[in-house]
């Protein structure tokens, strides 16, 4: 259902380096409710917009400049301070990881950018109204991280594997790792080294690009 006109000016903010992002929801989210779209490039700049302009709804990137959790960590950081802030995530990442990470950070929405426009003002209409919205195929993805034995083709990982990747994946590190999966930092670092032989990466970085593949099937 498409978000009906009202008298109340919504305040949303857009938090996206792509300056046509920022235009795409002006023009589709202005045609149907009265409203002021701030355009907003960095997490940081996020945060100060938040504090003082107190914005209705804050739509979030995940990955901004070269940090790829730059908008979970802005999540994470806006729910501690404001429980009840529409929050939705507009990302070009299909990682079913991430999104679920996105979700427990605090995300009221998920939507693919290449969602239409349809899509985005059903999400838009179901997050002011205090509900959630989870695009079908990242819903689809998440509910199936949970069916056992799945595997994505042509890598073979145990599951002490898979849970380390899944946490390099959202972008933690080796401590924050250690501590979550209750084991030492030492197997983390030896657990990251295998990972890397057996997924081909030449770095940190590449690992997190070749996981978040590896969790979609690509």
């Known amino acids: 259902m498409m978000a009906a006109r009202d008298d109340k ?17 002006r023009r589709i989210v202005s045609a149907h409710i009265a409203c002021e779209v701030i355009p907003v490039v960095s997490a940081l700049e996020g945060w100060r917009i938040w504090r003082t302009r107190r914005p209705d709804l804050m739509v979030i990137d995940l990955t901004l400049g070269d940090n790829k959790t730059a908008g979970i960590k802005l999540i994470d950081r806006l729910r501690l301070l404001d429980p009840a802030l529409p929050i939705i995530v507009f990302t070009m ?12 950070a605090g995300a009221n929405g998920i939507l693919n950018k290449d969602a239409s426009a349809q899509e985005i003002l059903t999400a838009l209409d179901e997050v002011l109204r205090g509900g959630h919205y989870v695009e079908g195929r990242i819903a689809t993805q998440i509910a199936l991280m949970n069916v056992p034995g799945k595997r ?3 890598t073979r990982l145990t599951a002490r594997e898979e849970e380390i990747l899944g946490l390099i994946t959202e972008g933690l590190a080796y401590r924050e790792i250690a501590d979550r999966a ?15 032989e057996k ?3 030449t770095s940190l970085a590449d690992l997190v690009v070749k996981g978040i593949r590896y969790f979609e099937g690509i």
């Open 152 to 154: 994505s083709p042509g």
């Open 182 to 196: 209750c084991i030492s930092y030492k197997t983390v670092s030896n657990v990251s080294l295998v990972l890397r």
């Open 93 to 104: 990442h299909r990682s079913p990881i991430l999104a679920r990470r996105a979700l427990h």
């Open 199 to 201: 997924l081909g990466a």
């Open 9 to 25: 000016q919504r305040r949303i903010v857009v938090v996206d380096d792509h300056p046509v992002v920022v235009e795409g929801w």
